[in-house]
């Protein structure tokens, strides 16, 4: 039986939802063999009254994905460790089919020391930082793992994330995260289940080429040799620019397509639990989130990525330039709170020659890199500042949490005078909606750019980029995926379709 519409305080436990759910469902407790929570959102509309609200399971049978086994001798190589790789890479093992996943970057362990030296000293590894590297980009975020796509596989991707080490309420709660400390282990644990199954991992290793020969790809060439295979998974991160144009000059379709830029926005994490559950809230509440969108002169602005007291991580993956980031702990204990604003970007913005969008993003970068003074200092701006079109001389009540420090600057040289109004106009209608939102003294740190690919690489029905006969293309880098979990479900749907692929003999 599933029950939906529980509704109970949200300082109330499982055992009291137990309860009200057998007496609604009209069940005997001795009856009960199984006992599920399916899903759970808050609902603070009526701050007197929080509560949460479930839909339950009880006596039902759970259904599992099944995995097809096949025996076979062909192999598979990934390029690219991020969500999407390593999910088909798992969903392969798990059919039997033997996969390599090449990476330029480190494991998770070793990779997180780069990124701390990075955080420190502004010396950063090209191949092995917040963007490359075991994991991809998502490793160093919240751990979000909510989406706005429908799919057979979420269910399977969350319950995955819950088997290797995220909480349990990952599974039904209605925006779950993971938080990036322990994300990095879940990733590691997933890792050791691949190789368990005779999964190859080949680290530190960077993607050069393909092998072509007659027209079929058989291989690829790293700066730690040539490997060979018989069908090869592109599952490249949306920062993988020189991965592109190596393709792109091999014969691989490339695509311009639109994405997002703009600045992290930071409050109190305080002010922003108090404008989401009231003045006086119940500390026990979990740390409050957002999500708000508007329209600007035709254009879409949106918050994104919002980390619920977490940090503004420095980003980037290329010298002398800034890109700046979101992250939170699983803890979500920070002194601040922060999500990116942006503004939909298109070719109407940056041109139609193909990846002039990858052009523009850099040079925003470069420009942010300069106004924050060099040294991978990010340039920040109180909110009225940057609406005054003036530097700021001093912070408020919310200091940047940039952990490479900032400088004061002012962000209206950063952009086109329209991107800037669409910034201006867009945190001052979300103030509307929250108020508070648009405070004098909020910080605005840049510049934010890796938001999604500003490429695509246009692939058939099968998954194959178009033109080859067992080369595919996968996830975020791709342009068919935004987010961790959706990238996750592109790499299942791609190991799903090289499997029917070796069967029928495809290649």
């Not at 058989?218 to 060979?228: H, L, Q, S």
């Not at 246009?458 to 178009?466: A, H, K, S, T």
Request: glycine share 10%; proline share 2%; charged share 25%.
């Amino acid at each position: 039986m599933i029950i939906t519409d529980l509704k109970l305080p949200f300082y109330l436990s499982e055992k009291e939802l137990f309860e009200k759910a057998i007496k609604k469902g009209g069940i005997s407790k001795t009856s009960v063999n199984d006992f599920r929570i399916l899903k759970k959102s808050l609902d603070a509309r009526d701050k007197r009254d929080i509560r949460y609200v479930y839909t339950v399971a009880v006596n039902e049978e759970e259904k599992n994905l099944e995995y097809p086994y096949l025996k076979t001798d062909k192999k598979i190589l990934i390029v690219g460790d991020g969500p999407s790789g390593l999910f088909c890479a798992l969903t392969l093992a798990r059919m039997g089919i033997k996969t390599i996943i090449v990476e330029r970057g480190d494991k998770a362990e070793s990779r997180k020391e780069k990124c701390e030296k990075y955080y420190s000293s502004g010396i950063l590894d090209e191949n092995s930082n917040v963007q490359f590297g075991e994991g991809g980009a998502g490793t160093f975020s919240d751990g979000k793992l909510n989406t706005g796509i429908k799919s057979e596989f979420i269910k399977q991707v969350l319950k995955d994330f819950v088997k290797y080490g995220a909480d349990k309420e990952t599974q039904y709660i209605n925006k779950p995260h993971v938080g990036s400390d322990v994300l990095q282990k879940v990733i590691t644990s997933i890792r050791k289940e691949i190789e368990s199954l005779g999964g190859e991992f080949l680290f530190n290793t960077l993607f050069k080429e393909l092998i072509i020969r007659k027209g079929n790809v058989v291989g690829i060439k790293t700066d730690k040799g040539e490997f060979y295979a018989d069908a090869i998974i592109l599952a490249l991160g949306h920062s993988s620019t020189d991965t592109f144009f190596s393709l792109y000059n091999q014969g691989v379709k490339f695509e311009n397509k639109p994405f997002a830029v703009g600045v992290r926005i930071e409050h109190l994490r305080e002010d922003v639990n108090e404008w989401q559950y009231g003045k006086n809230y119940d500390k026990r509440l979990p740390t409050a989130d957002y999500k708000l969108t508007t329209n600007v002169d035709g254009k879409g602005v949106f918050t994104f990525c919002m980390c619920p007291g977490g940090f503004v991580m420095p980003s980037s993956s290329d010298k002398e330039s800034v890109v700046s980031n979101g992250m939170s702990l699983h803890a979500r204990d920070a002194e601040n709170s922060n999500s990116a604003v942006i503004v939909q970007v298109d070719e109407t913005d940056y041109g139609t020659e193909l990846f002039s969008g990858i052009k523009f993003q850099k040079e925003l970068e470069k420009k942010a890199y300069l106004l924050g003074g060099g040294q991978s200092i990010a340039p920040v701006q109180k909110f009225k500042d940057f609406c005054d079109n003036v530097k700021s001389i001093n912070i408020g009540k919310v200091t940047p949490s940039y952990l490479r420090g900032y400088r004061f600057s002012n962000l209206n040289e950063l952009f086109s005078q329209k991107i800037n109004n669409c910034l201006k106009m867009g945190i001052i209608q979300m103030g509307k909606k929250i108020k508070g939102f648009d405070q004098d003294d909020c910080i605005l740190t840049a510049v934010e750019t890796r938001t999604s690919s500003p490429v695509k690489m246009p692939r058939n029905e099968i998954g194959l980029c178009v033109g080859f006969k067992n080369l595919y293309s996968v996830g975020e880098g791709a342009g068919y995926a935004g987010g961790i979990t959706s990238s996750c479900v592109d790499g299942i749907k791609c190991a799903f379709k090289v499997y029917n692929a070796i069967k029928e003999n495809l290649f």
